[in-house]
């Protein structure tokens, strides 16, 4: 079952990214995550994004040796994400729930915009996050969820 929310007068699934999965984007063309980037910008699902997570992933893509791509690149990525996103306030905090101050903003983020999906390489992190309308997903695990993907 794949979680929708209303885009403009359009479906898509909603999804906020853990930080790691940029990372693992900016790393290789070949993963994933690099596929799940491409997928964004032909619209074929939102992502909903915070002002603090925007700032969690650019200080983590800026650290030296984080990513071999130029900062220019990053920043880049960033205006891209920034451009496509949902732009989400959030009014209430939901911690403690997570062991990972970082990863209380992805699941802060994920609740306020209703989306239904963090898609993550760490699904462990975030088991204990009892939100039952959010599915925590790996990369490739949300892009065989997406239309016109294999199964």
């Not at 603090?52 to 893509?61: A, G, I, R, T």
């Not at 900062?71 to 306030?89: E, F, G, N, T, W």
């Not at 209703?114 to 992190?125: E, L, P, R, S």
């Not at 039952?132 to 892009?143: D, N």
Request: hydrophobic share 50%; aromatic share 6%; glycine share 6%.
């Amino acid at each position: 079952m794949i979680c929708l929310g209303i885009i403009g007068d359009t479906l898509k699934p909603i999804a906020v990214l853990d930080t790691n999965v940029l990372v693992a984007a900016l790393r290789s063309k070949r993963g994933a995550s690099f596929a799940l980037l491409s997928r964004l910008t032909e619209g074929s699902f939102a992502v909903a994004l915070s002002v603090p997570l925007l700032f969690e992933y650019e200080e983590v893509l800026s650290r030296p040796g984080m990513v071999p791509v130029s900062s220019a690149s990053v920043q880049a990525v960033l205006d891209m994400m920034c451009k496509l996103a949902i732009h989400q306030r959030i009014h209430f905090l939901w911690r403690p729930r997570l062991r990972d101050p970082d990863d209380e903003m992805v699941l802060e983020v994920a609740a306020a915009a209703g989306a239904g999906y963090i898609v993550t390489h760490n699904v462990g992190d975030f088991r204990d996050q009892s939100l039952p309308s959010i599915r925590v997903v790996t990369p490739a695990e949300f892009l065989r969820l997406l239309p016109g993907e294999p199964s």
